[in-house]
């Protein structure tokens, strides 16, 4: 306890600091338990300070975007969970420009629709940072972030900050090597992109048409985005549906009726039921199928 203490005064200096912060305030979803210390920070250089003071402690740290691809346990997080509000956006060149990993990434994307440039229509309805965008390679209608990204600067204890370039990223369908054991305690601070000449009218209306298509194929209650990769062959949300499992709820939880590889909260539902339906999804597509289902959606803490 005493240490926790010290630690939490050591870390005050890098922004606004909480205890038992409820991690459902903090996801898409509106699930988890508390975050044991909670740290905002407002900075590249703060976040990685904070996370170098976490490291000198020995205690556990989870990065936090925006919580729109992650499912928290209801007994919430120990340790240090880092709020990465670091949002500078720098401008290189015309098409170039460096960008704090915890800036928006569908309002960077609209911002560069409106002012004529072209790379990122596709990213207007995904959420989170772009942070997150590096770890699932996020993507969608054919395009996807390592199309425009150059290089991301990547932190850790250990190595400090070095600027990979993309491809040494390994940035395939919703992965990175930021989700291998060997990059998994990199943290990404900052990413430069490029973008191309584009005229401003056309992407507007590029954009429209990929809001409307969101709008008519998503549920609208709480959720993480798909909750699973599809799969080469077919989709997730056919294998879901192939096994009976559409519209199923457990407690408060719910696979959606719009689109079966959508689990929403339709009020207060727990962690331990998402798990559950995510558990019996699995076991029955594999069951029936021979298939594995591979999670998109990171979980996270204690069930
Ligand atoms: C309604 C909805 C629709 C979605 N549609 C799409 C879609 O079309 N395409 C798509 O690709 N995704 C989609 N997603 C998923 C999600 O938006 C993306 O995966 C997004 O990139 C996650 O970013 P985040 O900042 O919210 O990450 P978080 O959920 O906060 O974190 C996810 C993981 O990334 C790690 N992480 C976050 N920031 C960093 C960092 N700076 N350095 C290292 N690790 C970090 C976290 O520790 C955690 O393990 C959707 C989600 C929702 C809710």
């Given at each position: 306890m005493k240490s926790r203490d010290q630690l939490k005064k050591n870390l005050e200096q890098f922004g606004e600091i909480r205890s038992d912060e409820p991690m459902k305030t903090h996801t898409t979803f509106g699930i988890g338990g508390p975050a044991e210390i909670f740290l905002t920070v407002r900075t590249s250089n703060n976040l990685?300070?904070?996370?170098?003071?976490?490291?000198?402690?020995?205690?556990?740290?989870?990065?936090l975007g925006s919580g729109s691809n992650i499912v928290v346990g209801d007994k919430g997080i120990s340790g240090v969970v880092i709020d990465n509000r670091a949002k500078k956006l720098k401008q290189i060149d015309k098409f170039h420009f460096q960008i704090e990993s915890g800036a928006n990434f569908s309002?960077?994307?609209?911002?560069?629709?409106?002012?004529?440039?072209?790379?990122?229509?596709?990213?207007?309805?995904?959420?989170?940072?772009?942070?997150?965008?590096?770890?699932?390679?996020?993507?969608?209608?054919?395009?996807?972030?390592?199309?425009?990204?150059?290089?991301?600067?990547?932190?850790?204890?250990?190595?400090?900050?070095?600027?990979?370039?993309?491809?040494?990223?390994?940035?395939?369908?919703?992965n990175s090597v930021l989700q291998n054991n060997?990059?998994?305690?990199?943290?990404?601070?900052?990413?430069?992109?490029?973008?191309?000449?584009?005229?401003?009218?056309?992407?507007?209306?590029?954009?429209a048409k990929y809001d409307e298509r969101r709008?008519?194929?998503?549920?609208?209650?709480?959720?993480?985005?798909?909750m699973?990769?599809?799969?080469?062959?077919?989709?997730?949300?056919?294998?879901?549906?192939?096994?009976?499992?559409?519209?199923?709820?457990?407690?408060?939880?719910?696979?959606?009726?719009?689109?079966?590889?959508?689990?929403?909260n339709t009020q207060q539902a727990q962690a331990k039921d998402v798990l559950w339906l995510v558990e019996e999804a699995e076991k029955r597509v594999y069951d029936t199928f021979g298939m594995k289902l591979i999670r998109e959606v990171n979980f996270v803490g204690k069930f």
């Open positions: 990685a300070e904070a996370i170098r003071i976490t490291s000198e402690a020995n205690a556990d740290l989870f990065i309002g960077t994307a609209r911002r560069m629709c409106r002012f004529g440039l072209a790379g990122l229509a596709w990213a207007v309805g995904i959420p989170g940072t772009f942070g997150g965008a590096v770890v699932y390679n996020a993507g969608a209608y054919g395009g996807c972030l390592s199309d425009v990204l150059v290089r991301a600067n990547l932190f850790s204890p250990t190595s400090g900050s070095v600027w990979f370039d993309s491809e040494d990223l390994q940035l395939t369908y919703r060997q990059f998994k305690q990199q943290t990404v601070l900052e990413v430069e992109i490029m973008l191309q000449e584009g005229d401003a009218t056309s992407l507007i209306s590029e954009v709008l008519s194929t998503q549920p609208r209650e709480r959720n993480p985005g798909s699973f990769r599809n799969p080469s062959t077919q989709p997730a949300w056919k294998l879901i549906e192939a096994v009976g499992m559409r519209g199923m709820t457990k407690g408060e939880a719910k696979i959606s009726e719009e689109h079966a590889n959508f689990f929403v």
